[in-house]
């Protein structure tokens, strides 16, 4: 299976993956998908909003509510990894195969989802498809969102009809995310599993710089109002204030106009990722920033403006989820500074577990990450074994 996705969306310079959703590449994957699950038999359902899940549906009717999902995201981030969130699918279909060489007959529904637009790579908006699907997204908000090209969400998904919603997580009791990991923990601890303990709470946030547009040549360095400088010097200060705390700020994208060479900037907008091991010191981090912005505009004769795009709190997951498991007495614990469809599912009160993959370069969101083979499967046993037990 792995070899089917390799090649798929990837960049011959980098080595790295564009598979934006909605796009040729990503939508290559969704039917990959699709084919891997007729083959084995599992019901398709899908969603107003692009998401899917395939079930295996025990032979007597379930107990209402006690349906287990697994499964992640196809989609990358612009330029992106191989593992991020196809490892998990990719998982997930295994251990079907897993436990059914064991001769293993569910007794709840157990199925595999695929949730669209988790990077928030096109439209902005993380966990898009997770959040829509149950409901902490409204698809009037959604449908006006638009990508770098001016493309609306509306006008590539076609969203509910009057009065619909999405029903694909309708009687799901448990969910378990399996993902390569984005740290470099469990190479710390010379672990190929580990267990996630929470989310950091985590957002984006516009900032907006407004200064006036002027002659590069002409213009006396004394009287320019540059929105260039202000952002410089926010970007610093982000640094500076997540070291301190010992938290995570990046200004990781930006947009300038006119943007032209020879000419100052009218203006400038910038996007802040902050991460952080508490709702308050979020709060807190944010806020020290646009602090400081606020005070250079005012030396630089500039404005500043921000606004919060998207922000998730903390979110804990719920280790019992994994107890009984093979080798779960030993499963390291760690912490999770990603965001994860399994957040949003855990905010919307389904019981939420996930298990990381060992990246032995500790490198995500690049083409530099990775996992061995053997840690892999490691992470299959480890999810069938989980997912035998909760569907027993």
């Avoid at 908000?141 to 999405?166: C, Y």
């Avoid at 470099?184 to 010379?190: A, E, H, K, T, Y």
């Avoid at 320019?224 to 070291?243: G, S």
């Avoid at 469809?341 to 530099?368: C, E, K, Y």
Wanted: proline share 6%; charged share 20%; aromatic share 6%.
């Amino acid at each position: 299976m792995w070899a089917d996705l390799a090649p798929v969306g990837r960049a011959a310079t980098s080595g790295g993956y564009f598979r934006q959703p909605f796009a040729s590449a990503e939508r290559e994957l969704a039917a990959w998908f699709e084919e891997q699950c007729a083959a084995r038999g599992l019901r398709l359902e899908r969603d107003p909003f692009g998401n899917v899940a395939a079930w295996w549906d025990p032979p007597a009717p379930p107990v209402p509510g006690s349906a287990v999902l697994t499964g992640s995201h196809l989609d990358s981030v612009l330029d992106g990894g191989a593992y991020d969130g196809p490892l998990g699918v990719v998982s997930a279909l295994a251990a079907i195969d897993v436990l059914r060489g064991r001769g293993f007959v569910p007794g709840r529904p157990l199925g595999v989802s695929v949730f669209v637009e988790e990077e928030g790579s096109r439209f902005g908006l993380a966990c898009l498809g997770s959040r829509l699907a149950v409901g902490a997204t409204s698809w009037e908000d959604a449908r006006a969102l638009r990508d770098r090209d001016g493309v609306a969400l509306g006008d590539v998904v076609p969203g509910p009809g009057a009065g619909e919603r999405s029903t694909l997580l309708d009687g799901v009791g448990a969910f378990v995310e399996l993902h390569v990991e984005q740290g470099r923990g469990l190479v710390d601890l010379d672990e190929p599993v580990g267990v996630a303990s929470e989310i950091w709470p985590h957002g984006r946030y516009r900032f907006d710089f407004g200064g006036e547009a002027n002659h590069a040549g002409s213009t006396r360095m004394e009287d320019r109002h540059d929105p260039m400088l202000t952002y410089a010097m926010t970007a610093l200060a982000a640094n500076k204030q997540a070291r301190l705390a010992g938290q995570r700020a990046t200004f990781g994208r930006i947009e300038v106009a006119p943007n032209g060479t020879n000419a100052v900037a009218s203006r400038v907008t910038a996007w802040l990722d902050a991460r952080a091991s508490s709702d308050a010191a979020l709060a807190d981090l944010v806020a020290a920033v646009e602090r400081q912005a606020a005070d250079r505009a005012d030396r630089d004769g500039t404005t500043v403006t921000v606004t919060p795009e998207s922000v998730s709190g903390s979110v804990g997951f719920d280790l019992t989820l994994h107890l009984g498991g093979p080798g779960h007495d030993r499963w390291p614990v760690l912490p999770s500074q990603a965001g994860h469809d399994a957040g949003i599912l855990s905010a919307a009160g389904i019981a939420t577990a996930m298990l990381f993959v060992r990246n032995p370069t500790g490198v995500s969101h690049a083409p530099a990450e990775s996992a061995e083979t053997a840690d892999c499967l490691a992470g299959v046993t480890a999810l069938a074994g989980t997912l035998e037990r909760l569907a027993r």
